[in-house]
């Protein structure tokens, strides 16, 4: 591992003393790393020049090279853990190394040259799956088709010394073949001198959903879920011609919803705890007779105009996944949940939403989203691999990015109704979040060719 250059004096000094004289100055150094650690104001973006990303990138380099003793993952594991949450749930405006978003890049970078890294290492595959956030955060900013709106392709202009640091970064990125095809991608992009121009949106948008089938997967854990769907069905089922098909799969059924000419609702069987969200999605998907599939989160709200713009994009064929948001969803209350069910007003949502938090920063990718029914399922489907609460949405993306196929998303956010979070609202266990992760990264670093050969074997295809 290279010695880390401008990060934080107080560290750099710790360094300096203990390449000197390990044994003597050893007392001295640890006690600067102990009160640069205590003293490091959390209020302010952790950057890499004077920031905790800077610290513990340190601290990872004086572990590696034996001036320091430890298991960086235990040492730093409340830094990972920090850092995490920074990339995906704060709004990156700097992009530079020194004191932005590529500094950050740089710890995550770093800690994969740990003595003990590996893919059959927790750490190791979350640095690397915090990477590939980072990287997203990249193909957002820079406009990448199925990243960013086609209404906008640029947020802002990107300073000659953010391209810089980007470039370094990728440069990076790709000795690790974490996802080579779309750090590829991203490097394209930035040697194009001309933007492209966004796409607009066209005038009269058909409002007629008689080719669209809604599909929502259920396990009923709280009323509160009951209570939500039950919202989604008042919410929707006015949409015209739109036809609801419902599952829920459970050891014992909770759910009573009368069918129509319009819902169609049926109760699986399924003594498994962890809700195999995957399986049921495609099963849905098969059972669907429309050629458009809108896959719905229970929870999931979304403006009807944002849902006409996707599913015209996937009817005029300019994608065969479409989003109907840009990547913000934003998280509800309990009370503003309650107030929402209760009323069905847009009006505070669309109003005060600046005030909610947001799920994942800009990074949502899963929720909602609209698919062409039979390209879709010719591109895999759902990959039935992960089992639980996982990164499926995330390699969903990845997936169709690097096999070329065209994915749009459209201006504009969704929201997430409160519901308490269970079971399968998060990882069951250490085992599965590693299982989870390995398999994002299984599929990301494959090519093209060999990403067409896996699918070809993915047992749950209609052959």
Known sequence: MEAPQNIHPEILSAIRLLSEDRNMNMDTAVSIIEDT??????????????????????IQ??????LIEGRADEVLEECDQYLFSV???????????????????????????DLHAGDGNLSTVTSKSVLLSILDILLIRLGVEGYASFEIREQSPISTIEKQDIKLFIRHFLQHNICNELALKLWDRMEQKDILPARKCENSICTDMGDVTIVIPIRVDSSIRIANLL?????????????FIIWEADNLQRLYIEESERIDYLFCRDNNPVFHHTHYRNEMIKQAKTPIVV????DVLVPEEQLYKAVNDIRNRHAILSYPYDGVCYSL????????????????????????PTMFGQLTVGGIFVVDREKYMQAGMENEYFIGWGPEDIERLKRLTILALPVSRVTGSIYHLYHPRKLNSGYVDQSQNLSA???????????RGDLLKEIADWSWICK
């Open 231 to 243: 919202t989604i069905i008042r919410l929707y089922s006015d949409l015209e011609n739109i036809h």
């Open 37 to 58: 650690v205590y003293n490091c104001d959390l209020s302010i973006y952790p950057d890499f020049s004077t920031g905790l990303a800077g610290i513990g990138c340190g």
């Open 333 to 356: 209350s309990s009370d503003i949940s309650d107030n929402f069910r209760e009323t069905l007003d847009w009006g505070v949502l669309l109003s005060e939403k600046e005030k909610f």
């Open 87 to 113: 990339v995906c749930f704060r709004m990156h405006t700097d992009l530079t190394h020194a004191t932005g978003l590529m500094g950050i890049a740089s710890y995550f970078l770093g800690r994969l040259e």
């Open 295 to 298: 896959v719905w989160d229970v």
């Open 61 to 66: 380099y004086m572990i590696c090279t034996g």
């Open 437 to 447: 992760k390995q398999e994002l990264l299984r599929v990301c670093k494959m090519s």
